[in-house]
């Protein structure tokens, strides 16, 4: 009686499918993440220049509890941007992780 054979054609076509979807929507979000973290660069050279005015008008005689509320919010935004930029970094690292953890996975890649 011959055995089955283990590795069939159309279980790798499922699994290549399969696979295949995840890959795709790994893709997908590793582009939202990376736009995401783009358009966070902006914001901060926004924030580091209204701190360098901020810094500028107490120079120049402005009254500091003015300026020192300004800079309290400015410093509050710059941290939960950076926050927010290093919760990026991170998720970007575990879908380029996930992603060649998958490229082993996949049926058309195996040796």
Same mark, same amino acid.
């Not at 060649?100 to 890649?109: K, N, V």
């Given at each position: 009686?011959?055995?089955? $054979? ?6 790798? *076509? ?13 893709? &997908? %979000? +590793? ?5 995401? &973290? !783009?358009?966070? *660069? ?5 924030? $580091?220049?209204? &701190? &360098?005015?901020? @810094? ?6 402005? !009254?500091?509890?003015?300026? /020192? ?16 930029? @290093? /919760?990026?970094?991170?998720?970007? /690292?575990? @879908?380029?992780? %996930?992603? $060649?953890?998958? +490229?082993?996975?996949?049926? /058309?890649?195996? !040796?």
């Amino acid at each position: 009686m011959p055995l089955p $054979a283990l590795r069939s054609p159309s279980r790798e *076509y499922v699994d290549e499918r399969r696979l295949g979807r995840l890959v795709r929507l790994l893709q &997908a %979000t +590793q582009v939202e993440i990376e736009k995401e &973290a !783009t358009q966070l *660069y902006p914001s901060e050279n926004a924030m $580091a220049d209204c &701190a &360098a005015f901020s @810094v500028q008008a107490l120079e120049n005689g402005e !009254t500091l509890d003015v300026i /020192s509320v300004r800079i309290d919010t400015l410093t509050h935004n710059m941290m939960l941007n950076h926050k927010r930029q @290093v /919760s990026l970094q991170r998720q970007l /690292s575990f @879908v380029r992780r %996930t992603q $060649a953890e998958l +490229q082993r996975l996949l049926p /058309s890649h195996r !040796t």
